[in-house]
């Protein structure tokens, strides 16, 4: 017999019966489907049931549900296209959504550990926790159930595959975006690493012209990486036309009365001339002995004179 269900279980149960629109009779399999094995782990002896039985039948059910609609839509399709649309359809980050968009990180029974490690968000436990959910949806309802609970989610990437985008992964989705409308590339970082080495979950956000336009959790960077991508393809197909293009800068004419720019001065290199040779010196020739002056001529005959008369 399973266990009573507590008060703020019964409340739990609820308001997840509220969010998938279903009366989700079994409330002890409802209660499963949002408990997470490290609850169980706290919780030993008291009865308690994790939520990967569930998340197993989920999966084949969801698996069905999409395989039916891609058989029907895509006749022409061979196995191997098939195959790899529903992995497409069905990925953890598509099914991490699905349960973000019914708040279910709220709702999970999570351990202490688990708790401190931001496990209400990581992609990888929202995604197990879907999954659980579709179960309980079946085994409450059947496939019109999920059918009802699933449907919505799922258009875009219906209306996506149809047009022959949904095998291409987001990470290539939004670098034709960035490039076609912004002409600018996307770049990815870590923000953070969570868990032991043998198993870590890496949270990486991806920014466009310095905005933050997502963030993906994933047991291996790329993973990360895609999550990332696929929100930032989500918030840039939601945005206003006006808000995509970058307009280009409009060029500036002159205006009619405006002066001429003056023309750019062209500085010419001075080349120094080669000094002009010296010239040569001529040789001088011996000077002529000058001839005595008539001064000194006179002086010499009056002394003559004065001797002859003595």
Same mark, same amino acid.
């Given at each position: 017999?399973?266990?009573?269900?507590?008060? &703020?279980?019964?409340?739990?149960?609820?308001?997840?019966?509220?969010?998938?629109?279903?009366?989700?009779?079994?409330?002890?399999?409802?209660?499963?489907?949002?408990?997470?094995?490290?609850?169980?782990?706290?919780?030993?002896?008291?009865?308690?049931?994790?939520?990967?039985?569930?998340?197993?039948? *989920?999966?084949?059910?969801?698996?069905?549900?999409?395989?039916?609609?891609?058989?029907?839509?895509? @006749?022409?399709?061979? +196995?191997?296209?098939?195959?790899?649309?529903?992995?497409?359809?069905?990925?953890?980050?598509?099914?991490?959504?699905? *349960?973000?968009?019914?708040?279910?990180?709220?709702?999970?029974?999570?351990?202490?550990?688990?708790?401190?490690?931001?496990?209400?968000?990581?992609?990888?436990?929202?995604?197990?926790?879907? &999954?659980?959910?579709?179960?309980?949806?079946?085994?409450?309802?059947?496939?019109?159930?999920?059918?009802?609970?699933?449907?919505?989610?799922?258009?875009?990437?219906?209306?996506?595959?149809?047009?022959?985008?949904?095998?291409?992964?987001?990470?290539?989705?939004?670098?034709? =975006?960035?490039?076609?409308?912004?002409?600018?590339?996307?770049?990815?970082?870590?923000?953070?690493?969570?868990?032991?080495?043998?198993?870590?979950?890496?949270?990486? +956000?991806?920014?466009?012209?310095?905005?933050?336009?997502?963030?993906?959790?994933?047991?291996?960077?790329?993973?990360?990486? =895609?999550?990332?991508?696929?929100?930032?393809?989500?918030?840039?197909?939601?945005?206003?036309?006006?808000? +995509?293009?970058?307009?280009?800068?409009?060029?500036?004419?002159?205006?009619?009365?405006?002066?001429?720019?003056?023309?750019?001065?062209?500085?010419?290199?001075?080349?120094? &001339?080669? @000094?002009?040779?010296?010239?040569?010196?001529?040789?001088?020739?011996?000077?002529? @002995?000058?001839?005595?002056?008539?001064?000194?001529? *006179?002086?010499?005959?009056?002394?003559?004179?004065?001797?002859?008369?003595?």
């Amino acid at each position: 017999m399973a266990p009573e269900l507590s008060v &703020e279980d019964r409340e739990r149960v609820a308001r997840l019966a509220e969010r998938v629109r279903a009366p989700l009779a079994d409330r002890a399999t409802a209660l499963v489907a949002v408990t997470h094995k490290s609850w169980v782990n706290e919780h030993r002896g008291e009865g308690a049931e994790d939520n990967e039985r569930l998340e197993f039948l *989920g999966d084949a059910v969801i698996d069905l549900l999409v395989s039916e609609y891609l058989m029907s839509h895509f @006749p022409l399709a061979r +196995e191997g296209d098939l195959s790899k649309l529903r992995a497409a359809v069905v990925d953890e980050p598509g099914l991490a959504a699905m *349960g973000r968009a019914l708040q279910l990180g709220e709702l999970l029974r999570l351990g202490r550990g688990e708790e401190l490690t931001g496990g209400r968000e990581k992609a990888s436990v929202v995604a197990d926790a879907m &999954e659980a959910v579709i179960a309980a949806v079946f085994l409450d309802g059947g496939l019109a159930a999920v059918h009802r609970l699933i449907d919505p989610f799922l258009e875009e990437v219906y209306a996506r595959a149809a047009s022959g985008t949904l095998d291409r992964d987001f990470k290539t989705q939004l670098q034709e =975006q960035a490039q076609a409308r912004f002409r600018s590339s996307p770049r990815y970082r870590v923000v953070a690493e969570v868990g032991p080495d043998h198993s870590k979950t890496f949270e990486i +956000e991806v920014e466009l012209r310095g905005e933050v336009l997502g963030r993906g959790a994933g047991r291996s960077k790329k993973d990360a990486e =895609q999550g990332a991508a696929r929100v930032a393809v989500e918030a840039l197909a939601a945005r206003p036309p006006e808000t +995509e293009a970058v307009a280009p800068a409009p060029e500036v004419e002159p205006a009619p009365d405006a002066e001429p720019a003056p023309e750019p001065v062209v500085e010419v290199p001075v080349v120094e &001339e080669p @000094p002009a040779p010296k010239p040569k010196r001529r040789a001088t020739k011996p000077a002529k @002995p000058r001839p005595a002056s008539d001064s000194a001529a *006179g002086k010499t005959r009056k002394t003559r004179k004065a001797k002859a008369r003595r």
